[in-house]
């Protein structure tokens, strides 16, 4: 009886361990799924049921504040399902409209599938969070702080319900009224394409057109595991002057870079790189 109890009490444990093993191979196919070299969703700032609803283009929307870009003071923001945004000087985005293209594939506005959401936010905790990474991607920036920020959010865009990829992305206006910046999240770039042409990401004003790496061709897709401040899929930049400015962290200096961390190696900084 002993000896029967011993093997039953084997062929358990032995089962237990098989069981044991299959659940650690799932769990690790799902982390090894999600986007690692991404920004991540729950890093996103808030997106809730509060904040208003773009079906095809929001209406004119009146800043909290004044957002100056390309030298030209805009208090009016248009919100688009395609992954973009106008802003000008009066309510009816006539004159002076400069365009945010966060991340834009061209369709009919049908097509799109997925949510579009915007809110302002004076919120402490959102506006300290938008100056540590403005702070932090500046250091030009001293202590800047923002007096408010417009967040707009594209959640799980795409062609059709049928189609398996989906953008998910933020754009943060942040200003005090005075120096301003954009913040660009890039949690998913997946669908990048449509009947040839590649996304556009890219900042339009009166006198300026920048666009951010691999617009507009196959490359855009890698915004999310890429970055100009060493974070992948977070893009920083400063946008009230008269061209506009890459955020940049000295990857050698904060140690983070492979040939800085090599011995006896040498490196070079550059915007959003380093040699």
């Known amino acids: 009886q002993i000896r029967t109890w011993l093997a039953s009490s084997i062929e358990v444990h032995r089962d237990m361990a098989g069981w044991c093993i299959q659940l650690l191979v799932v769990t690790f196919a799902l982390l090894s799924a999600s986007p690692a070299d991404a920004y991540q969703l729950d890093k996103l700032y808030s997106f809730n049921d509060t904040s208003a609803v773009v079906e095809t283009a929001s209406s004119a929307v009146m800043l909290n504040g004044t957002f100056r870009f390309n030298e030209a003071d805009k208090s009016y923001i248009r919100v688009a399902r395609d992954g973009s945004l106008a802003i000008g000087t009066n309510v009816s985005l006539s004159v002076n409209v400069s365009k945010i293209y966060a991340y834009v594939v061209t369709l009919s506005t049908t097509a799109y599938n997925g949510q579009v959401l915007y809110r302002q936010s004076t919120s402490p905790s959102e506006l300290a969070s938008a100056a540590a990474t403005i702070q932090s991607a500046f250091t030009s920036s001293g ?133």
Do not use: H, K
Request: with cysteine; net charge negative; aromatic share 10%.
């Open 143 to 275: 202590n800047f702080t923002p007096s408010f920020l417009f967040i707009s959010t594209w959640l799980n865009i795409g062609v059709n319900s049928s189609q398996n990829v989906s953008n998910t992305f933020q754009c943060i206006l942040a200003t005090d009224g005075t120096a301003s910046y954009v913040l660009l999240l890039y949690n998913s770039t997946a669908f990048s394409s449509s009947n040839g042409s590649f996304a556009l990401s890219r900042f339009v004003g009166d006198s300026i057109s920048y666009d951010l790496p691999g617009s507009g061709t196959a490359a855009v897709s890698s915004l999310s595991s890429t970055s100009n401040v060493a974070i992948p899929g977070l893009w920083v930049y400063r946008v009230d002057g008269s061209t506009i400015l890459s955020g940049d962290v000295d990857e050698c200096s904060t140690g983070i870079s492979s040939c800085a961390l090599a011995p006896n190696g040498t490196c070079t900084n550059t915007i959003g790189s380093y040699s």
